[in-house]
Each structure stands twice: as C-alpha cells, then as structure tokens.
C-alpha cells in the first residue's frame, strides 16, 4: 500500500496554501495534502526548481497544485501569493505556516541584521500570511497550522534569536486561536524536534555529534522524516481535529 493510500482523501475538495514547499516539511505537507484530496499552492522563496518538482511529483499522482513565488517577510509578496491563490482556485481552506530561517549563533555573535531577517520571515511572515487567509477563507471557516520548533521550549544553548521567535510564533497561535474562533477558524502549532531534511543533511548535522546527541536524547532513537510531520499537520488540518485550536502539538519522538 502506497503510504499516502491511508490518508483515504481526508481533505477532497479543500485548497489548502503551503509556505516554504520546496524542500524538506513544506514539500511533505504539500504531497501529504495532495494526496489527501487537496489543490495545494506550493510556495517557495527562491528555489523555483525544487518547486516545480514538487509540483510535477503531485501531478503525476493524480493531484492540483502551482507553484507561487513569494519571500514570506515581503508584504507585497505576501498579497501576491493569495491573489495568485484566489485567481485559481477561487477559495482557501488551509494555511500551513511552514517558511522559516534558521542560523544556529552563539550570543556574541547576534547581530540586528540576524534578528531582523530571523523574526522578519518567522513571526511577521505567518501574521502577514493569516491576515490574507481570513479574506480568502469561506463561511464556513478555515484552518492554519503554524510549524514551530521544539526549540520554543528546549532551551538549546546558540539559538537564542531562532528559539525567541518560535516561543513567539507559539504565541501567535494561542492568540489568533481565541482571536478568529468566533469565524470558525482553528489555529493550532507544531513543535517538530530534530528532522532529518536537505538543510539539516547538508549542514552535517546528522552524523555529527551534536546530531548524535539529539538522537541520544530522543526517546523512539531517531531524527525524524519530513513525512512524520506531515501526518500530524493532516490530522490538524483534517475534520477529524475540528475540536482542536489553540494547542501546540509537539511532534518530537519524545525528544524536549
């Protein structure tokens, strides 16, 4: 059985944009959704290729879905994004907050250029992204899943401006969750621990000893897959969670 053949179209009929889908989660939200039934926008920043692929794979499995430019820290590029959405699919259901940045720097190492570009793309880009969505969301509500980080609550040593802006992001979440209720919106985060991706393969993290130490502190013994993600914001994003807002999910192997 194909491991997208247990998703049994949870999300037919539903559009659903993802941030950041060129690689790594982005990409297996995007393919998880489709799978699921969803027409999906495949949003990317710079890396046009990658989401053509992603595109290209979706359709070859019997899925909808575009490629859409836009530098989620960008205002301009923000309504771009959903004005391409709402030419072509007319409608919005679901908002996968997935962009992000990431530069691991020891505190006398942070610069206000660091700061910027890191809360700029995390926090203001899932702010910019849920003011357009509730334009675009129908009567009958709509859905946002914020991608977070274990980091909001780990404390790692070197990631203070990164882990600042994920416990933001959480607060975001709480917010708009009671914010939006009454229009029938559910907003909810989740916390990935270590997972294994192009970004985190390429950087050398995973055969490292920092790598190995994560693996050594996480409980089911492995980083995890991008597709182990996927599956959690499904469920989120999923009628089955329709009782769920407000909540941060942590999806880490047991790793905090």
């Known amino acids: 059985m194909d491991k997208h053949d247990r998703h049994n ?5 539903k559009v659903a944009i993802v ?15 489709a799978a699921a039934g969803a027409s999906v926008v495949v949003n990317y920043a710079s890396a046009r290729e990658d989401a053509e692929r992603i595109v290209a794979e979706i359709e070859r499995s ?17 309504r771009r994004l959903f004005a391409r959405t709402r030419e072509r699919f007319d409608t919005l259901d ?5 962009a992000g940045v990431y530069q691991f720097t020891p505190l006398d190492g942070v610069t206000v250029e660091d700061f910027h570009r890191h809360f700029d793309t995390n926090v203001l880009g899932p702010i910019l992204a849920i003011q357009e969505a509730i334009k675009l969301f129908g009567s009958q509500g709509g859905n946002v899943v914020n991608i977070s980080s274990v980091a909001s609550i780990n404390a790692t040593p070197n990631t203070v401006v990164y882990s600042a802006t994920k416990g933001a992001l959480d607060s975001v979440t709480r917010v708009l969750a ?5 229009r029938n919106i559910r907003v ?4 990935p621990g270590p997972v294994e991706t192009e970004g985190v393969r390429a950087a050398g993290v995973v055969d490292s000893d ?17 597709d182990d993600i996927a599956s ?7 009628d089955a969670a329709g009782w769920i807002t407000g909540e941060a999910v942590l999806a880490s192997g047991g790793f905090r």
Request: aromatic share 6%; no cysteine; hydrophobic share 50%.
């Open 210 to 226: 920092f790598g190995r130490r994560m693996v050594a502190n996480t409980p089911l013994g492995r980083f995890a897959q991008p």
């Open 178 to 182: 009671n914010e939006l209720a009454a």
């Open 9 to 13: 179209k949870q999300l037919a009929g």
């Open 232 to 238: 959690v914001a499904l469920f989120l994003a999923s």
């Open 188 to 191: 909810n985060t989740i916390q």
């Open 19 to 33: 941030t950041g889908a060129s690689k790594g989660i982005g990409a297996a939200i995007a393919k998880t959704f």
């Open 94 to 98: 679901i908002l996968i907050n997935n």
């Open 62 to 78: 019997g899925g909808t879905a575009i490629a859409v430019q836009a530098d989620m820290s960008k205002q301009d590029d923000v």
